[in-house]
Each structure stands twice: as structure tokens, then as C-alpha cells.
């Protein structure tokens, strides 16, 4: 049963992947983000990372999500117009990206000899209380430091959305 | 569960210089309504004033060298040494900022609350010992920079320079990312001293395409952040649309930072599979010389042409890395303070000439500039001097210690040709002085106003500095040298 869950959801979310690429429509391709995100956490949710898993939907799925649904709509972004693309990558891009692919593929199959087989929800200390204790802990400095970040990104925004320079 | 959640005292005082510099951008930012249209200069002088005490507050971590924050951050003399650099470079951009954003008409306060915030990702990022602190300090200056290369909203090239910046920082950052993630799957830690133990005792053949790849990648993403080659095309564009103390600032402050996390992740972290990094670094050094060197033989802009010269020191700090010793870290270090600040001096001249919406930046503008303000001609003639590597200044020394550390490591052809490449740059540093001493004073010379007082700062400290560094290198360079082993 467990197995049968994880393919779904890998397989969707791999599927929802592909689809954000290629996709002609930014509302279709953000839409199929989405998917990606929420069948992520699904798989998240089968390895007993309950927090993390609604984290990533009520976070990304959610908020992240809506933003940028909010900003294609406010930018009123048509169907992707084909600019003249390079022949060398139109040429070059699809072998490259197997060749990563299977690279990758590879040297985590060459990492993990004889670990093929997935326990799922072996994984413990999932909980909220768990990751709550964590990050105020040992990971007390970069959840901080973390709001520094989004005070400068904050910063950011009112000055390049700031009215004319007079 | 053990509640002490408080941080230690020893904890705090070997983070305060990020906090002096967090504390002065807020306050920064809540004085900006009040100031910013009766005393637009506060703002200059109030980041000065926070610059110097967190090179104080630097000193004193430094006195209380370890670990701090669960070993997220490290404080040892390498950390102090570049926090002291980055620090400094910001007080030199903020002298080189006053003359610049008062021609410009804009607004003061913002653009030092982010330079603040920058400068304390940097101390932040070269004193982490987690690659997550790493990826947060690097996110903290990247971010600043972008908003900073776009500061003047109306300016077309500010738009371009921090569009292209941005789009391909978050790219690089991603394959950092990446390789932080694979680093973290096979050795079960972020920490770079657990990585290097997990890697000793396990062996990175144990793990073995894997690690490599995870280096292979954040490789990618710090290349692009010191704009090596291959991963150079966005800096000569960048560099040149974003206003001129953002550009200096850009080519001096965050490649010190991100040279000093890559010497720090590489030399420990990734110590065990030197055998596989080093090839890389080599090709990217040479590449870096030869392809910044050559690019700039041909620019007729002063900033584009200040641009391709930084990646072709980009390059010669890599021929450090690659040499792969103690010597060899000691030098870039050296390279990385003496590059800084004679970037910063010749950057202060371009300002200087560059009048309003920078119109004048070719190199004839510079014309005659001997006849009219002899000083100012002396002092980039100096700058230009030390960034072709002439005696008595600091950039003699910087490339001596390097290229000594390749011949050392065994490195001859790549020290080889470092050298030759060095020959090509004083071709095109040579030519500026030629226009400036040689041809007769043009239009923009002609009607050049005399220096301000920040700007002749500005062109002073440096060139002390580069003197200092040039006639009396022993003092920074023991200093390096001493650090420069880390705390493995």
C-alpha cells in the first residue's frame, strides 16, 4: 500500500515537473507547481515528517503559490512568446540534461549501495514540538539571522517600488 | 529536554560585529523618515561610525577565537581578517557614496541601511562553519547587492545590471544549493569540520561520485559570485550599469566574502578529494587571467574595463586556491586587502570624472587630467600601478606570495602563464596613464570640479593602505599566515 502511494505521488510530482516547463501559460505552469509541492508533501507525510509536510502545503503551496498566481494575474502575462532560441541549445539541451540526469541518478544509486528499500515512517522526531525545539536550540542563529533576510528583502521592496524620483 | 535556550555571553560576543551592523541598518531605517530630507549626510556618517565599532566589536571576538552557536559559526583569525576587510571596504564606499548619491538626487537613507545589511551578511558568511550559516550570509549580501546594482529606479542601465544580477545569482545560488543538499545526503551534516572528519573516516570513496558532485556544484555557485571564468558573462554588463559605487562595492566586499567561504569550504570540507578539485580550479584560473586580461585589452569604458580587470584577478586569487597550501591562503588573503583597495582608489576617480548620470566614463575622458588636478592624477596612477603589480605597492607583493605559492605547490605553467598574463594587463593600465599625463586636457577635465572631501578620502586611505601593504607587508601577511591554517 505504502509503495503504491509513493509511486503515485512520485510519479505526479515528477509528471507536475515536467509539465511547469512546459507549459505555454504562466497561469498553467504555476498551477502545476502546485502540484508539485502538494504531492511533495505527501511523500513527506509517508516518511512521518508531519510538520514539515504541512509546512510545505500551507507555505508553498499556499502563500508562495498565491503570490505568484496574484502577480502573473496583476501582470496580465499572456501565453510565452517564442523568442529566437539558440540552435546550439536547442541542439545541445536535451542531451546535456540526460547526461546530467543520469550523472546525478548515478552517484546517489553509487552513494547508497543496498539502500534501495524505503521505511516508511520510520523517521522520528517529525513533530512540531520536535522542530520547535530545534530551531531554538541548536538552529537558534540561522532562524534569526533568517529574519535579517526577509527585513533586507522587505527593504527591497519599498525602495524599488517607492513613487518617482523627483 | 534541557531548557537553555538563552545563547552564552561568549556566544554573543563572537557574533557582534553582525549585530552592531543588523542594529545600525534598523536604526538606519527608522531614522529615514525623520533625516532624509534636512541632513541627507547623517546617514553616510552614522554607517562610518557603525563600520568602526564593528571592526572593534571584530577585534574583540577575534580575542575570544572558537566556536559559537552549536559550531554554526566560527570565530578564528581568518574569519577577524576578512571581517576587518569587508568592514573596511564599507567605509571606503560609503566616503565614495556621499559625492555620488548627492549629483544623483537620491535618497540616502535606504541605500546605507542596505549596505550595512551586505556587509554584515558578509562578516556572517566568511565566519560560518555550517554551510547553512553560509548559504544565509550569502542570501543577506546577494539580496543587498541586487537592490543596490538597481538603486537609481529611473536609470535604464541600473534596471539592466540588477535584473541580469539577480536572475543569474539566484541561478548560481541554486547550484549551491544543490550541492549543500548532496553534501548533506551522503554525510548526514552541514558542519564543514563533521564533513571533513566523515569524509577522513569513511573516505570519499565510500560516497564516492557523490561528493564529488556536491563540490562540482557548489564549485559552479561560488565561481559565479567571484565572477570566474566560466561563469563571468554577467560581471562586465553588471558592472557597468550599476551606479559606480554599487559597482566597486559589488567587485570588491562580497568577492571577499565569497573568496573567503570558498577557501574555507574547500581547504577543509573538501580537503580529502583535493586531487579532484584541483584540476578545476586551475582550468578556472587560467581561463579567469587569460579571458578578463584580453576582454579588457579592447573596452573603452572605464567601468567595463574595471570589470573584466576584476576577473582577471578573479583568476590570479584562484592560481592561490589551486596551489592548495598554507602559503597559498595566506596570499589570497594579502591579494584579496591589496585588490580591494586599489579597486576602490581607481573606482573613486571614475566617480570623480563621471559627472551626472555617469556620462563620462570612456577612457579619453580621462585626457589631460594630469594638468588640471595633478593629485588625483598621482593618486589612480598609483592605483593603476598596483594593479599591474609594480614594487612598493600592495600588489606587487599580493601576486609575489601567490605566484611564490603555485612555484611552490608545483604549479610552474600555471605560474607561467599567470605571469604572461600579468605582462597584457599593464598594456591596457599603462594606456589610461598615457591619456591622462600625454594627451591635452579634453571638455570633461576641463570643467571638472575639485575633489569633495569624502571622495579625497576616499583616494587617500587606499593609497595609504596599498603603500602600507607594498613597503611594509610583514605585519599582514604574518597575520595571514597565522590564520591562515584554520582550526581543523
Known amino acids: 500500500m505504502d509503495f503504491l502511494f509513493f509511486f503515485l505521488f512520485a510519479f505526479i510530482a515528477v509528471a507536475c515537473a515536467v509539465s511547469v516547463v512546459v507549459q505555454k501559460h504562466p497561469i498553467a505552469s504555476a498551477l502545476s507547481l502546485v502540484g508539485v509541492m502538494a504531492s511533495i508533501a505527501v511523500l513527506y507525510l509517508q516518511l512521518g515528517a508531519e510538520f514539515l509536510a504541512m509546512a510545505q502545503i500551507i507555505v508553498y503551496a499556499g502563500a508562495v503559490m498565491v503570490l505568484f498566481i496574484f502577480v502573473i494575474m496583476l501582470l496580465n502575462a499572456g501565453a510565452e512568446s517564442r523568442s529566437g532560441r539558440s540552435y546550439a541549445a536547442q541542439l545541445m539541451g536535451p542531451p546535456l540534461l540526460v547526461a546530467l540526469m543520469a550523472s546525478l541518478g548515478f552517484a546517489i544509486m553509487r552513494g547508497f549501495p543496498g539502500g534501495g528499500t524505503v521505511k516508511f515512517d520510520s523517521f522520528q522526531g517529525g513533530t512540531a514540538q520536535n522542530i520547535g525545539y530545534a530551531l531554538f536550540t541548536d538552529y537558534l542563529l540561522p532562524f534569526e539571522v533568517t529574519s535579517v533576510l526577509i527585513l533586507v528583502a522587505i527593504l527591497g521592496a519599498i525602495v524599488l517600488a517607492r513613487k518617482e524620483m523627483d | ?488
Not at chain 2, 563600520?51 to 581568518?78: E, K, P, Y
Not at chain 2, 551534516?189 to 577522513?200: G, P, S, V
Open chain 2, 1 to 488: 529536554m534541557p531548557a537553555s535556550f538563552a545563547p552564552s555571553a561568549a556566544d554573543l560576543l563572537r557574533y557582534a560585529p553582525e549585530t552592531v551592523l543588523t542594529v545600525a541598518g534598523t536604526l538606519l531605517m527608522v531614522l529615514d523618515p525623520l533625516f532624509a530630507k534636512k541632513s541627507p549626510k547623517l546617514f553616510g556618517h552614522l554607517s562610518i561610525a557603525a563600520f568602526l565599532v564593528a571592526i572593534v566589536a571584530a577585534f574583540q571576538a577575534n580575542g575570544a577565537q572558537g566556536l559559537a552557536f552549536s559550531n554554526l559559526l566560527i570565530v578564528d583569525g581568518f574569519a577577524t581578517y576578512f571581517r576587518v576587510l569587508v568592514l573596511i571596504i564599507g567605509i571606503v564606499t560609503v566616503l565614495l557614496s556621499y559625492r555620488y548619491l548627492d549629483r544623483e538626487q537620491a535618497e540616502t537613507g535606504e541605500y546605507h541601511a542596505l549596505l550595512l545589511f551586505s556587509v554584515s551578511g558578509q562578516c556572517l558568511m566568511v565566519a560560518s562553519n555550517d554551510l547553512m550559516m553560509v548559504f544565509i550570509g550569502l542570501e543577506i549580501s546577494s539580496i543587498a547587492t541586487y537592490i543596490l546594482a538597481g538603486y537609481l529606479r529611473d536609470d535604464k542601465r541600473n534596471n539592466e545590471a540588477a535584473l541580469k544580477y539577480f536572475l543569474l545569482g539566484s541561478f548560481a545560488t541554486a547550484f549551491m544549493l544543490y550541492g549543500v543538499a548532496l553534501i548533506y545526503g551522503a554525510t548526514g551534516t552541514t558542519k564543514l569540520d563533521e564533513i571533513r572528519a566523515a569524509l577522513l573516516t569513511r573516505g570519499a570513496d565510500a560516497w564516492f561520485p557523490m561528493v564529488g558532485i556536491a563540490a562540482a556544484l557548489m564549485f559552479v555557485g561560488l565561481a559565479f559570485k567571484v565572477s570566474a571564468a566560466p561563469f563571468q558573462v554577467w560581471a562586465p554588463d553588471v558592472y557597468q550599469g550599476a551606479p559606480a559605487p554599487v559597482s566597486v562595492f559589488m567587485a570588491t566586499a562580497p568577492k571577499a566574502a565569497a573568496f573567503a567561504i570558498f577557501l574555507r569550504i574547500f581547504t577543509t570540507a573538501f580537503n580529502q578529494i583535493a586531487g579532484g578539485w584541483e584540476p578545476l580550479v586551475w582550468i578556472s584560473a587560467l581561463l579567469s587571467m587569460t579571458i578578463g586580461n584580453f576582454a579588457a585589452l579592447t573596452q573603452t569604458n572605464l567601468k567595463r574595463m574595471l570589470a573584466y580587470s576584476s576577473i582577471a584577478h578573479a583568476g590570479y586569487v584562484l592560481v592561490a586556491l589551486a596551489s592548495h597550501s598554507d602559503d597559498g591562503t595566506a596570499g589570497a588573503m594579502f591579494y584579496l586587502a591589496a585588490y580591494a583597495l586599489m579597486n576602490l582608489g581607481a573606482f573613486a576617480v571614475v566617480i570623480h570624472i563621471s559627472g551626472k548620470g555617469e556620462k563620462h566614463v570612456r577612457i579619453e575622458d580621462l585626457a589631460g587630467l594630469a594638468r588640471r588636478q595633478p593629485v588625483t592624477a598621482a593618486l589612480l596612477t598609483v592605483f593603476l600601478l598596483s594593479l599591474i603589480g609594480v614594487p612598493l605597492t600592495g600588489g606587487f607583493f599580493g601576486k609575489f606570495y601567490i605566484f611564490r605559492a603555485a612555484l611552490q605547490s608545483n604549479l610552474v605553467w600555471l605560474a607561467v602563464l599567470g605571469l604572461l598574463n600579468s605582462a597584457v594587463a599593464a598594456y591596457y593600465y599603462l594606456r589610461l596613464l598615457v591619456v591622462m599625463y600625454m594627451h591635452e586636457p579634453g571638455d570633461v577635465v576641463e570643467n571638472l570640479e575639485p575633489l569633495t572631501p569624502g571622495l579625497r578620502a576616499a583616494l587617500i586611505l587606499p593609497a595609504i593602505g596599498i603603500f602600507y601593504l607594498g613597503v611594509a607587508p610583514g605585519a599582514v601577511l604574518s597575520f595571514a599566515k597565522l590564520s591562515s591554517s584554520f582550526v581543523r
